[in-house]
């Protein structure tokens, strides 16, 4: 009971001081399945702020920081895809909405707003969830990205490698900002 009553006045805290998130915790996956081999890549480098009362967040992600299973592949990724000397991030700045911070558990929420891939920026809307576990707030999102729409290109000798989408997952963990 004493949790509960602790959740609570936590969750009212968060939602009447309107202040703004920022990410602990990050973890960026993408998953790429091809005919010949499939291919996963993690980033826990990310960076985001969220605002609770409105709903705004932004997040960027340094592409080099995505970690492969082999060398070879982060090497082809970053120069021969991604060209992340060119475009070292990916960033996001939309509106999440769909959730009541002071009702607390698990919610399904939508996010909309601009990502920026390769340097190409798109509309898009994605679902996610959003969950409040004592201060923090867990923020957990799973999309398709068509390389196309961010004129990331397959070359044709390895058309069989690269898949034409891939999975991206997202799993943020926020914490409230301190302001100094």
């Given at each position: 009971m004493k949790k509960i009553i602790f959740l609570i006045l936590t969750t009212c805290a968060i939602a009447a001081s309107g202040q703004k998130y920022i990410a602990e915790k990050?973890?960026?996956?993408?998953?790429?399945?091809?005919?010949?081999?499939?291919?996963?890549?993690?980033?826990?480098?990310?960076?985001?702020?969220?605002?609770?009362?409105?709903?705004?967040?932004?997040?960027?992600?340094?592409?080099?920081?995505?970690?492969?299973?082999?060398?070879?592949?982060?090497?082809?990724?970053?120069?021969?895809?991604?060209?992340?000397?060119?475009?070292?991030?990916?960033?996001?700045?939309?509106?999440?909405?769909?959730?009541q911070i002071k009702d607390g558990g698990t919610q399904s929420v939508k996010a909309s707003g601009k990502l920026m891939i390769h340097g190409v920026t798109k509309e898009i809307d994605v679902p996610g969830t959003l969950e409040v576990v004592g201060n923090k707030v867990l923020l957990k999102s799973r999309f398709i990205v068509k390389l196309e729409d961010y004129s990331v290109t397959r070359p044709q000798l390895l058309w069989k490698n690269i898949a034409e989408q891939v999975e991206v997952s997202l799993d943020f963990t926020f914490i409230p900002h301190e302001k100094k």
């Open positions: 990050s973890l960026v996956v993408f998953f790429s399945k091809a005919s010949v081999e499939d291919i996963t890549a993690k980033n826990i480098q990310s960076n985001s702020i969220f605002d609770v009362e409105t709903g705004e967040i932004a997040f960027s992600i340094p592409i080099k920081e995505f970690q492969f299973a082999k060398s070879l592949m982060k090497e082809h990724f970053n120069e021969k895809y991604m060209e992340t000397e060119k475009f070292p991030k990916s960033t996001f700045q939309g509106i999440i909405t769909g959730y």
